[in-house]
């Protein structure tokens, strides 16, 4: 099996364990394919979603993290606007 086929399966296998419960946060080497999986990951598996690279966050996504995560409708909602 192929590393790609290996994360891809990890991810339907947390998919399918969380079932929307938790969110997933994706750490490693630089330009391994990261944001390619994940968003490939997304368009198949998801109706929307929302990915954010911690890499280059602007303030505006720094200040709604730290300050309105409190109602996750209202946070998501913000997010998807950026």
């Known amino acids: 099996m192929d ?5 891809y399966s990890k ?5 399918k364990e969380r079932k929307g419960t ?10 391994v394919g990261k944001s ?11 109706k929307s979603s929302i ?6 966050p602007s303030t ?8 309105e995560s409190y109602d996750l409708d209202l946070f998501f909602s913000k997010l998807a606007s950026f």
Not at 3 to 7: D, G, L, P, V
Not at 11 to 15: M, P
Not at 36 to 46: G, H, L, S, T, V
Request: hydrophobic share 45%.
């Open 3 to 7: 590393i790609e086929r290996k994360i």
């Open 11 to 15: 991810l339907i296998e947390w998919k």
């Open 22 to 31: 938790s969110a997933l946060l994706i750490t490693g080497a630089r330009r």
């Open 36 to 46: 390619y999986i994940c968003q490939r990951f997304a368009k198949k598996e998801y």
């Open 51 to 56: 990915i954010i690279d911690f890499g280059n």
């Open 60 to 67: 505006e996504i720094i200040d709604l993290i730290e300050y």
